[in-house]
């Protein structure tokens, strides 16, 4: 289950190019859960998903996986339960792996999240 509560981000905080990208958003997915998130160019789209896999830290609310509180997990530590695909290609590949590696990388994706060996650490691993 994935779980975004009442999450906000504000870029530039307290400048005059202040932009409040996400105000107290509240999003709960259950296993199988498919949903589609529309709206306008700069509506936050795109904060939300970097949220949720770690590219950004929220400056307030909380995002769980399964329950668990990982907001304060760097990106590469929620990789095993949060993967995405990205629009640029180049985004979402290793450039100096050849095609068959890469897709081999994406076959492991979550193996050992998926064998139950990533909660050991809790939230200590980084702080962005
Ligand atoms: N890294 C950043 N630094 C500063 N402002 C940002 C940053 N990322 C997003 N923003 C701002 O936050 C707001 C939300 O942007 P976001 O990219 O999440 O929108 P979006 O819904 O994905 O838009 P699009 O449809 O164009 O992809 C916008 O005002 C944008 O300018
Ligand atoms: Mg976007």
């Known amino acids: 289950m994935l779980s975004i509560e009442e999450v906000s981000k504000t870029f530039f905080a307290g400048t005059v190019n ?4 996400l105000v107290d958003v509240d999003l709960v ?7 589609t998130v ?22 307030a609310g909380a995002v769980r996986v399964d329950g668990r509180e990982v907001s ?18 180049m985004a979402g590949t290793a450039p100096h792996l050849t ?10 994706a979550g193996a050992s ?5 990533w909660g050991d650490e809790g939230a200590s691993g980084a702080v962005r």
């Open 18 to 21: 202040e932009r409040r990208a």
């Open 29 to 35: 997915l259950e296993q199988g859960d498919v949903v």
């Open 38 to 59: 529309i709206g306008s160019n700069g509506a936050g789209k795109s904060t939300v998903l970097n949220t949720v896999a770690g590219r950004l830290v929220q400056d």
């Open 72 to 89: 304060r997990l760097p990106e590469h530590r929620r990789a095993a339960q949060v993967g995405r695909v990205f629009q640029d290609p």
């Open 99 to 108: 095609i068959e590696e890469n897709l081999a990388l994406a076959d492991r």
């Open 113 to 117: 999240a998926r064998a139950g060996s």
